[in-house]
């Protein structure tokens, strides 16, 4: 059944390379491909839960559809392999999506300078790493599709997440000028900017009760994010259906970033 599906889905014929696949929005988004007829690697540093997801999805497309690379993509090395595994794999890469990432929360006297480097290799070293690796490649299939997760955090500040916005910053406007490198190749580049998404990193805010409220009062559709939500965005960015579509940055954030930050005044005088 889930092999007759795939062969008739959006994202049939293609393959896909996904950072950051072991869980949250990365591993929605592997199982959503793989059900649109995607062949997907994956990437983690977690071995074991890489194994686990390849065996239970194996069963349902088939053991030539899946891959798993352990690897940490801030290493340019393990990243070019990665790359490298993909193509050695399914002969071929359609879909970059660089989604590995990490936060850091504290103001900049109390950051070390080790917590810095590894937030913005992991969240912005890592996706010049894949991109550079994976180019070559689309460019001498014709084309292809790279989507980058940034954040809403890299569209403007975060009270305590320097480092993070510093990176997804750098992320955003990355996108854009790889968008304008390649438009000629036919490889398109967009960004995704999650709010608060609920995901295993994210349950700290999540299972707050005051923290959760505190986001739920400020973003317009009154709910926290779910995980399919942006890898439903992300599989219409790979797909042919958003084939005008380069150098976008699109929010997923239930309307956060529409809001200038200025007081709520119906709410505050009564009126609404």
Not at 170 to 182: K, M, Q
Request: glycine share 12%; net charge negative.
């Amino acid at each position: 059944m889930g092999k007759i599906a795939a062969a008739q889905g959006i994202l049939a014929g293609k393959v896909a390379l996904i950072t950051g696949g072991t869980s949250g929005i990365g591993e929605c988004t592997v199982r959503d491909f793989l059900a649109q007829g995607a062949r997907v690697m994956f990437s983690g540093t977690r071995a074991e839960a890489g194994q686990l997801l390849v065996a239970e999805l194996a069963l349902i497309h088939g053991a030539d559809a899946i891959r798993f690379f352990c690897g940490d993509v801030a290493d340019y090395e393990q990243t070019t392999a990665m790359v490298g595994a993909t193509e050695e794999a399914f002969g071929r890469l359609d879909i970059l999506f660089n989604n590995a990432g990490m936060g850091f929360f504290g103001e900049t006297p109390d950051i070390g300078a080790a917590d810095w480097e590894r937030v913005i290799a992991v969240d912005l070293h890592s996706v010049f790493y894949a991109s550079k690796a994976a180019i070559p490649l689309m460019r001498c299939q014709g084309g292809g599709a790279i989507i980058n997760n940034a954040s809403v955090s890299g569209m403007a500040g975060d009270y305590s997440f320097t480092a993070y916005s510093a990176a997804k910053g750098g992320v955003i406007n990355y996108t854009r000028a790889l968008a304008l490198d390649h438009a000629r190749d036919n490889i398109r580049v967009n960004a995704v900017c999650p709010g608060l998404i609920a995901t295993t990193i994210t349950q700290h805010s999540v299972n707050n009760p005051l923290l959760r409220q505190g986001f739920e009062d400020n973003i317009p559709l009154g709910r926290i994010g779910r995980v399919e939500e942006v890898a439903k965005l992300v599989r219409f960015l790979a797909s042919d259906d958003a084939s005008y579509m380069t150098g976008a940055i699109i929010p997923v954030d239930g309307g956060l970033t529409a809001w200038s930050g200025q007081p709520n005044m119906p709410k505050l005088l009564g009126l609404a």
